[in-house]
């Protein structure tokens, strides 16, 4: 099934639909994974969705699988090819002859219309069929859309009427009482899929033509979908009962007495519930080579989670012998959250974790300009510097320690790029093996299945090694300490800087019983260890400066918000949508890669 084209020749979306002509169909799929035809709830011939409470139900006495995590080093601006590895992990198992499966995440339609792509993969390393996975696929981040919106539209609608009327009129209109909510501590914004930095402040509820009955004018936001907590509440819910509890819990404004205002009490929680139903099950596809792929929650581990889901975890360990599960960006960002967050919620432990590694980015680190989304690769990175290379190893060894202080065995996959040199490859191995640390070269870009096969085995070899599992913080610590235990020991900061406003935060959390026992899900950039982009290696001298601190009632993490990270992202100068278009001859979607 896989294609013939050489990804040196052709881009990414010619690839896949020269390989979508022969692809299996979703029943194959699924027969293949395991499941039975009532446990898959198709949405046309090659894509659907896994009744996940039929799945666990059967399978609850099945021993797990053994499950591996996907993280990567500091990345460019380009992105390091975790997805690509991700994949092409899976298609090397699978040439070796194990029963494999893997749990990636949903793109978003922002980087997709922007820099980075679809997250499909890439080369002969991709999932199937790109384009409804790229443009909307099971309708998931749709439904989280609405489920959040919906929040914002009982919010301001109830701040409308508590102004417009009297306590009795209120009372005798809806039979609700007055909250009094206080307009410039509300929560949260509205969320869509896009990159809009011109919707990251606005102002809404202006009269019109019909005065006061036009909303409740104050300031407000956008942000990015997947950021929203709805999408982490999918990555971390168990089952329908979990999910609603936790919606419920959605802290979306404060009273003027300082009382948090949540959807269950704005009696919202329910209707987004609903919203919410079918995207709880995860949806599958298939690599360009036939294994299956189990596709739930989104990306964004900067400015969220950014992990695939538990369910669809549960699913894969149970369903395969190798699960492989991907966690966004670095491991400072990425595997932190699934180590600390996800796998304490899961009760899961990881038996290895790949960290994913390109001499493109290395160099970046050792000090060659830094690539610029949508203008050509700088001439540098096209010649060999076996010295930047081994610069940019600092970051590399930094992730490898990262790893290990969770217990769990690492594995480096040089994911390589037809410019890299011989002599620059034999630097990286070099300085991961005089780390103690598994590395293995990877061509699943160009090769597919048969060039992950040093990898693949690296992987099998590791999972047999044995983990020391242990978390970075246990949850009864004060907020503070938390926060700084991350900061020093993962980011390698001196210390924690806060603004006032962080600091009040910090101290309303840590008064209260409940919220003073969560995670930490810190936003910061992906782009360096430090909070800020332009430091590059593995940083030293810095102080990590938070300046808000989030509360995701619901999802259970605290947030602290570091340095100018938005969770509204831009659209570059370059957007990906100008490439994009519609074969009028075929009906085809063109140039999504």
């Not at 090659?46 to 996940?52: A, E, L, Q, R, T």
């Not at 002969?124 to 914002?152: E, R, V, Y």
């Not at 994911?415 to 040199?421: C, G, L, P, Y």
């Amino acid at each position: 099934m896989a294609s013939n084209l050489d990804p040196t020749k052709y881009a990414d979306w010619q690839i896949v639909q020269d390989a979508e002509k022969e692809m299996l169909t979703i029943y194959e799929i699924a027969k293949n994974l395991g499941l039975t035809r009532e446990e898959l709830l198709p949405h046309g011939h090659y894509i659907g969705k896994i009744d996940f409470k039929a799945v666990l139900e059967r399978l609850k006495d099945r021993p797990n699988g053994k499950y591996i995590d996907v993280t990567s080093i500091t990345p460019t601006p380009l992105g390091e090819g975790k997805s690509t590895s991700c994949i092409g992990l899976v298609q090397g198992l699978g040439k070796l002859g194990k029963n494999v499966c893997a749990a990636i995440r949903q793109p978003s339609g922002g980087p997709t219309m922007n820099i980075k792509g679809s997250a499909a993969g890439g080369g002969l390393s991709q999932c199937i069929p790109l384009t409804p996975f790229s443009l909307g696929f099971t309708g998931d981040i749709n439904a989280i859309m609405n489920a959040h919106n919906l929040a914002m539209v009982a919010l301001t609608s109830r701040m409308q009427h508590e102004r417009n009327y009297t306590d009795e009129q209120l009372e005798r209109l809806s039979g609700m009482k007055r909250i009094d909510i206080d307009p410039t501590r509300v929560e949260m914004g509205w969320v869509m899929d896009f990159c809009c930095q011109a919707l990251r402040n606005i102002i809404i509820g202006i009269d019109g033509e019909n005065g006061k009955s036009d909303g409740f004018m104050m300031r407000s936001k956008f942000n990015i979908a997947v950021s929203s907590e709805v999408m982490a509440i999918l990555a971390v819910a168990k089952d329908f009962k979990d999910m609603r509890e936790r919606i419920g819990k959605i802290v979306v404004a404060y009273t003027k007495k300082g009382k948090p205002v949540t959807t269950e009490e704005l009696e919202v929680a329910g209707a987004m519930s609903a919203w919410m139903v079918e995207a709880l099950n995860p949806s599958l596809m298939q690599t360009l080579e036939g294994q299956p792929i189990i596709v739930h929650a989104g990306p964004f581990a900067n400015i969220a989670i950014g992990q695939s889901s538990i369910i669809a975890d549960q699913i894969g360990l149970k369903l395969s012998d190798y699960h492989v599960t991907e966690s966004g960006f670095g491991a400072d960002i990425g595997f932190e959250k699934f180590w600390n967050l996800k796998c304490r919620l899961s009760g899961l432990v990881p038996d290895c974790a790949v960290i994913v590694a390109t001499v493109r980015a290395l160099k970046c680190h050792g000090g060659a300009p830094v690539p610029v989304p949508g203008k050509p690769m700088p001439e540098e990175y096209l010649s060999e510097n076996v010295a930047w290379v081994a610069k940019g190893c600092d970051n590399l060894i930094h992730h490898i320690r990262t790893v290990r202080k969770a217990g769990i065995p690492p594995v480096v996959c040089v994911n390589v790029f037809h410019t890299d040199t011989n002599d620059e490859i034999a630097k990286i191995r070099e300085i991961c093996e005089a780390e103690g640390a598994r590395v293995a070269v990877s061509d699943h870009w160009k090769k597919g299945g048969d060039g992950a096969l040093e990898f693949a085995q690296a992987v099998v070899d590791a999972c047999e090694e044995g983990t020391n599992f242990k978390f970075l913080y246990e949850l009864d610590m004060p907020i503070k300490q938390k926060i700084e235990l991350v900061a020093r020991e993962i980011y390698g900061a001196d210390g924690v800087e806060y603004s006032n406003e962080a600091n009040a935060a910090a101290e309303r959390i840590q008064a209260d019983p409940e919220l003073s026992k969560m995670g930490v899900c810190m936003l910061k950039t992906h782009l360096s260890l430090s909070d800020n982009p332009e430091l590059k290696g593995a940083p030293k001298g810095w102080k990590l400066k938070i300046r808000e601190i989030l509360t995701y009632g619901g999802a259970g993490f605290i947030v602290p918000v570091a340095g100018n990270i938005s969770l509204m992202p831009g659209t570059v100068s370059n957007p990906a949508f100008r490439r994009i278009d519609v074969n009028i001859e075929t009906g085809k979607v063109e140039g999504v890669f």
